[in-house]
């Protein structure tokens, strides 16, 4: 006897194969972006929501949840869109004009 494979259908979450996980209302606000705010800012759902006029707060919730239950997916989004930019970063560095014109960092 096979196992019976369920696919679970999270609400207000849209997943498609080879894509990252998205909001069904919005579809350019990824899963990724929301737990970004959650994990690194150490927003709640209530502040994104807050900050994010467009979201409602069962969509947040559902992004974290989604989240919850694939953290890999999303931290492996996070780190592979992290090292992107860096990329991007060291391609092109700032203009020395631009880095004379920066106010000196206060420690």
């Known amino acids: 006897v ?3 494979v369920l696919e ?3 609400p207000h979450i849209a997943k498609h ?3 990252p996980a998205c909001l069904e209302r919005h579809p350019r606000t990824r899963v990724g972006m929301i ?3 959650y994990l690194y800012r150490g927003w709640s759902a209530e502040e994104i929501a807050r900050q994010y006029r467009y979201l409602s707060l ?3 919730h559902a992004a974290l949840t989604y ?9 492996n989004e996070l780190l592979v869109e992290d090292r992107e930019v860096e990329a991007w ?11 004379r014109l920066k106010p000196p ?3």
């Not at 060291?90 to 020395?96: M, N, S």
Request: aromatic letters at 8%; proline letters at 13%.
């Open 2 to 4: 096979l196992p019976m």
């Open 8 to 10: 679970l259908k999270y």
């Open 17 to 19: 194969p080879d894509a």
């Open 35 to 37: 737990v970004a705010d």
């Open 58 to 60: 069962a969509e947040v």
């Open 67 to 75: 989240y919850f239950d694939h953290p890999e997916e999303i931290e």
């Open 89 to 99: 970063r060291q391609a092109h560095p700032t203009a020395p004009l631009l880095l």
């Open 105 to 107: 960092a206060h420690h």
